[in-house]
């Protein structure tokens, strides 16, 4: 009995650090330390020959301004928002983008980002959550926003009928779970995902979500590199966080009649990829929310750019 019990015992201890060691790699690879390439000014370092990549990778015509205001929810902390000037000043309503947080990164983690992306003329949210990825606080968040008193600068000046949502890794599950999971969701007229956590791996981190319910136009990314894609099997070990296989699996799982893309960065590594789709990113947010018919040239039609630019791969698109 003595020997089995110290069996028993090894077994465990033997359990205990390989599940140690697989969420270290995990939380190393979902970058918990921030986004500590997005400093201010980051977009320069961004370079394409593709035309309208490079054109959306960069500012737009818009000065930003910033507001905040506290939560009572504590993993949410406050509530950040960057918006154009001009919205001071006009009785414009303007579109709005949530942005869910990557593991370990808070708004504030990598405020450039909220920035560049409100020179195009959106109102850009986001909050302090580190493990956003169920869905629950950006779902509050969006509420609070949507809520705001008469003496806030952002009342009556969102555009309710487009709102935006997206997010990286963690918060790609995040933002599904966001759009599929909660009643609000409905409140979403289009989603990006950037290397989002494949399905058993967000699952197995408490971030569970069905692709499958998406309904609204989807642009899923993710890169080749190995700590997106290590080349296993992801049902049978670490397949890195967003394999191929899985972006195939989730495409395929929406309907057709929803529109949908879904491609992967050359050469980029997961903690890469915020500043390697920034671009699409925003080409797809300006046309879905902004009608800009020069920014849907990147994604519909045979010779949409997406099709023709070396710096993607694996492209499949339903436009």
Known sequence: MKKVLIVLAVILVIAAVAVFAFLSH???????????????????????????EQKYSQTGDYIVHYTEFPSDNASIGRVRVW????????DQVWP???????SGTPAASYEPFFQ???????IVVGNEDPQAGNGETTSLTLDA????????????????????????SQGGAGAICAVTNFENGSRYKTMFTGSAAYPTLAKNMGWGYDASKITIPYFMAAGTGKSDDSGTDPETGFGGVAPLSSLIANYSSIPDSVPKVRARAVGAEHEQMLMRSDGYMTAWMCYYLQGDETAGTVFFGEDAELLHNANWQDVEKNL
């Open 145 to 168: 926003v949507l809520s705001l008193s008469g003496d806030s600068v952002l009342s009556g000046r969102i555009d309710e009928e487009n709102i935006g949502i997206l997010g990286f």
């Open 96 to 102: 709005m983008i949530v942005v869910v947080n990557a």
């Open 83 to 90: 918006y154009p000037e001009d919205l001071e000043t006009t």
């Open 116 to 122: 560049r992306l409100a020179t195009w003329g959106f």
């Open 26 to 52: 995990i939380k190393s690879v979902f970058g918990v330390s921030g986004n500590t390439e997005i400093v201010e000014g980051y977009y320069k370092n961004f370079h394409s020959d593709a035309p309208l």
